[in-house]
């Protein structure tokens, strides 16, 4: 019996306590479930950042590989302008006759007549002067003729050093042509003082290697000035030009 109103004495105590401290442990959960709540919270804020700052990188990398894609394609775009202006820049003529140095010269676009002639070494003596503007605009791929004082059988296309384009097969062909009807003119003739290796290898006992002694000949000494001095060439005698002679002209 001691034992039984021991017990319940105990149990009405804790009761007590517990109705005392009932304030307190209201309080205890209610600020467990804060802390709790917050915690939550935060963690769900943290995420979201987290998944804002990757979709933010991944959007830059993009916006990264788009601006090198198109700068790429704007330095290719920039180098092939670049070479075409470089390649606007200049002009390539071919020029001939009575000049110390006949051959192919490289200029700046917007040269003159008179630039090429001073990049083939000058004019000869024997230059006709009156035959040529030598303030002509040069332009690419330009064939100029410098006639020889006193010469006949000067090309059609070249007398007053007009240029004439190769660029295309068309013209290639008048060249051609105005080269026949010369020819036909002087009866078949060579002209020694204007005549290409081509033409000069149509002669009877010249080739290529003679033809081209020809050529030297008449550039050192600034032309023929007769057909008979032809036989001051190296490797042309008296037989080879006693061959050759009625086919020659000046």
Same mark, same amino acid.
């Given at each position: 019996?001691?034992?039984?109103? #021991? ?8 009761? *007590? ?11 205890? %959960? ?17 995420? =979201? @950042? ?10 830059? =990398?993009?916006? #990264? ?32 006759? +009575? ?15 008179? *630039? ?14 009156? @035959? ?15 006639? #020889? ?6 090309? +059609?296309?070249?007398?007053? +050093? ?10 290639? *062909?008048?060249?051609? +042509? ?13 002209? %020694? ?42 490797? %042309? ?14």
């Amino acid at each position: 019996m001691n034992q039984e109103n #021991y017990t319940k004495s105990k149990f009405r105590q804790v009761v *007590d306590w517990l109705l005392e401290k009932k304030i307190y442990l209201i309080g205890i %959960i209610l600020v467990a479930g804060g802390v709790y709540f917050y915690q939550a919270r935060q963690n769900q804020v943290d995420n =979201s @950042a987290l998944l804002t700052s990757s979709q933010s990188a991944s959007a830059g =990398s993009s916006f #990264y590989s788009s601006g090198a894609s198109a700068s790429r394609g704007s330095s290719a775009g920039n180098a092939q302008t670049s070479s075409m202006q470089v390649s606007s820049n200049k002009v390539v003529c071919d020029i001939s006759g +009575a000049v110390k140095h006949q051959g192919v010269y490289t200029l700046k676009n917007g040269m003159r007549l008179e *630039d090429l002639i001073e990049c083939a070494g000058g004019l000869s003596k024997r230059a006709d002067l009156k @035959a040529i503007n030598r303030s002509q605009l040069l332009h690419d791929q330009d064939k100029i003729y410098i006639p #020889y004082k006193g010469e006949k059988n000067v090309p +059609a296309s070249s007398a007053t +050093a007009v240029s004439t384009s190769s660029a295309t097969s068309n013209n290639a *062909d008048v060249s051609a +042509a105005s080269e026949d009807s010369a020819s036909s003119a002087s009866g078949g003739q060579v002209n %020694i003082n204007t005549a290409s290796a081509t033409e000069l290898q149509k002669l009877n006992g010249i080739g290529e290697k003679k033809a081209q002694q020809i050529i030297a000949y008449r550039q050192e000494k600034g032309g023929f000035k007769s057909i008979d001095e032809l036989k001051e060439v190296s490797g %042309i005698g008296d037989k080879t030009f006693a061959a050759i002679k009625d086919q020659l002209t000046i």
